[in-house]
């Protein structure tokens, strides 16, 4: 078993090195992949949401990977391609600063209006509704962006509680 990992491992790596953009993509879409299977598992929906899989694969793959690469492509010219503990720790201190803040909005803004939406489209919700943005905004994005798209008493399950 340790060979066969191992083997793995260098057909990896030589991949990463004779093409490291499609390595870097693949490997993206792959760990958006798993960690949105286990985000399912952990949260117990019992059947997989595989157009949400897909969706998040595909940012994953077109965004995260290219984005990663290009970006340590940058920062390999900024410092001179130095590889020393100092410079190393520069760059990951310029990168949680920068780029990690970026990804992590994006990654919300496009969770909320893309993969909330064409997720949940055809799920039981009105046509209308299928279409509309706040309609498949969960609770805590809304909360999240201030309450922008639904009313306090929608937001906080007031109007539910005083239907039941």
């Not at 792959?30 to 949400?52: C, E, F, N, Y």
């Not at 290009?70 to 390999?76: C, K, V």
Request: aromatic residues 10%; hydrophobic residues 45%; glycine residues 8%.
């Amino acid at each position: 078993m340790g060979s066969i990992a191992k083997k793995g491992l260098q057909q990896y790596l030589f991949q990463l090195q004779h093409h490291p953009l499609r390595t870097k993509a693949i490997t993206a879409g792959v760990l958006s992949a798993i960690s949105d299977i286990v985000a399912q598992k952990l949260s117990g929906i019992q059947k997989l949401q595989l157009r949400r899989l897909l969706l998040k694969v595909v940012f994953g793959f077109a965004y995260l990977g290219p984005f990663g690469h290009f970006l340590h492509i940058l920062l390999d010219k900024l410092f001179k391609g130095k590889k020393d503990t100092k410079t190393v720790a520069k760059k990951v201190a310029l990168e949680q600063l920068t780029s990690s803040p970026w990804n992590n909005f994006l990654f919300m803004v496009y969770y909320g209006l893309v993969v909330e939406v064409l997720a949940g489209s055809g799920m039981g919700k009105p046509p209308v509704c299928t279409a509309a943005v706040p309609c498949h905004l969960s609770q805590r994005y809304s909360m999240l962006l201030g309450n922008i798209f639904e009313s306090k008493s929608k937001v906080y399950g007031i109007d539910q509680r005083l239907s039941d």
